[in-house]
């Protein structure tokens, strides 16, 4: 199990690739036991890998990382404690999300066979093929990174990537319709968000996709969508001025 977990102390911070496994750090370290939310772990030593907040490992009874605690470096009262979760998007989150069937079995049989026959079975590929029409996937690391996707002014084409010979411009990928978004794993597994998940706002075109949790990755994006055109009317040719009741004379 590799996640990725959002910071709860400091927006924009992401744990990225931790495992359940010790870390170096606590490899030899003595870990006392205390009571985070109800639960008796073990608390390692502070990771110094970290420098966004004093971070300490919490471990089970198998010795299996479970969560985190984070303390403010200003303020070690000021602390958030974050659990890994059965689904990688409740981990990512810090929400109750179930784990339900696999996104084939969801799928009408013709677009299953086309899919599978067309080998299109990584999210990326599957999401792809998706563009032209309403249905989305999300996987967690796109909910860290937000997908750009490329439309073409000339021919309308649209992609994930940038085509030769196409004049393809950025923009971040639309979530146009709710019922059709699934939340899949790397495996196509099915997760669902909790009603009041925060999940469906990140998704929305105004969110600010993701600067306040990962500013480097913000700014690769900001690079590219610096050659969007420009939201601002185009210098119009000069129209002739019509008195307002030019219509009725
Ligand atoms: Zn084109």
């Known amino acids: 199990m590799n996640v990725t977990m959002f910071s709860r102390l400091k927006p924009g911070f992401v744990y990225n690739d931790i495992s359940s496994d010790i870390t170096e750090n606590d490899m030899d370290a003595v870990a006392d036991t205390w009571d985070m939310d109800g639960r008796e772990v073990y608390r390692g030593t502070r990771d110094p890998r970290y420098d966004h907040a004093n971070v300490f490992w919490l471990y089970d009874d198998n010795l299996e990382r479970a969560g985190c605690v984070e303390h403010s470096l200003d303020d070690h009262a000021d602390m958030r404690i974050s659990w890994f979760r059965d689904s990688e998007f409740g981990t990512l989150l810090q929400e109750d999300w179930t784990v339900k069937d696999d996104l084939w079995s969801k799928l009408p049989q013709h677009v299953f066979d086309r899919f599978l026959n067309e080998g299109w079975t990584t999210p990326d590929t599957f999401l792809e093929h998706c563009l032209e029409g309403p249905m989305r996937i999300v996987t967690p690391s796109m909910l860290v990174v937000r997908p750009v996707v490329y439309t073409c002014s000339v021919c309308g084409r649209r992609s994930l990537k940038k085509k030769e010979g196409c004049s393809m411009f950025p923009s971040y990928l639309e979530f146009p319709d ?22 469906w706002s990140m998704l929305q075109p105004q969110h600010d996709g ?10 690769l994006v900001q690079e590219q969508m610096e050659s969007l055109p420009s939201l601002e009317p185009k210098s119009l040719p000069d129209q002739p001025q019509h008195p307002p009741n030019s219509l009725v004379e």
């Open 210 to 219: 993701g600067s306040s949790r990962q500013p480097m990755q913000q700014e």
């Open 178 to 199: 709710r019922s059709k978004t699934y939340f899949i794993d790397f495996d196509f597994v099915v997760h669902v968000p909790p009603d009041d998940s925060v999940v």
